[in-house]
């Protein structure tokens, strides 16, 4: 994890989005720098999933600008954000329960041979193991149908299939969410090993604790606005719970 004075990855300017007569988004300024873990938290509603999702490319803003990396970009589709180097983990997973880890990992884009006529599994199997490893990551067996595997597992397998895209940017949408407690730190682990190879990591979630486990600033949002943007290491959980529900000082620390 880096500080906050590295340049900009992220600078999402001013966004703003309306669904009907709801402002979900009531002009948006966020930053994340490279290598930086940013906890995006807020009660149901505050506008977290929106914004993420506009980074994402799956949603267009009404308004307001973003630059990547000092560059200024638009997104009209997931494609658009994929291409700059920025993926996002959903709660859901986006998992194929009966194909295995290797298969899941390569989904779209499987190694082939003989002028792409034949399915090179060998390959796949090979290199799985190798981004297995390489993020630590403890799954026995590739060719283990993703439907064996535990909740921790599985959370783990989404994560590396989003990493070997080669992300700069990194989104995770409760990824600790229903899991025991065991898995939470292998999960909290891999956080930490991406964000160490200079990806950006911006984490949604409900479970307090792991956000200061893992991050180095915490970004609230409360009715589509952002209320505060705090340093991890000092702020108490106390002060993040105030500022989630609306009661704390409204003050920027980070």
């Known amino acids: ?20 007569m709801v402002d979900a988004l009531r ?28 980074l994402a490319g799956a949603v267009v803003p009404d308004s307001g600008r973003i630059f990547f990396d000092g560059r200024e970009v638009s997104f009209t589709s997931p ?10 983990v959903y709660q859901d997973l986006a998992l194929c329960d ?13 190694p082939r041979r003989f002028g792409g006529l034949v399915l090179d599994k060998r390959r796949m199997h090979r290199e799985a193991r190798e981004h297995l490893d390489a993020l630590n990551i403890r799954i026995p067996l590739t060719d283990l149908p993703v439907r064996d595997l535990s909740g921790g597992q599985r959370q783990a397998v989404a994560i ?13 949408d409760e990824p600790t969410a229903a899991l025991a407690v065991s898995e939470v730190e292998t999960v909290l682990r891999l956080i930490r090993t991406v964000s160490e190879s200079g990806v950006s990591v911006i984490l949604i979630t409900h479970r307090l604790q792991d ?9 609230v949002m409360y009715e589509g606005t952002l209320r ?24 920027r620390a980070a």
């Open 228 to 251: 505060a943007d705090l340093d991890a290491r000092t702020t108490s959980l106390e002060r993040l719970v105030a500022e989630i529900v609306g009661h704390g000082g409204n003050e």
């Open 98 to 110: 009966d194909i295995d880890v290797a298969g899941n990992l390569f989904l779209g884009r499987e």
């Open 160 to 172: 590396a299939r989003a990493v070997t895209f080669g992300p700069k940017v990194l989104i995770m």
């Open 79 to 88: 494609r658009d954000a994929r291409e700059l180097g920025i993926e996002m």
């Open 27 to 54: 002009g948006v300024t966020l930053r994340v720098a490279p290598g930086e873990v940013v906890g995006l938290v807020g009660d149901n509603a505050a506008g977290k999933s929106t914004l993420m999702k506009i």
């Open 211 to 219: 956000l200061f486990e893992v991050c180095d600033r915490l970004c």
């Open 1 to 20: 994890m880096t500080g906050t004075q590295a340049p900009d990855r992220v600078l999402m300017q001013d966004i703003r989005k309306r669904y009907g």
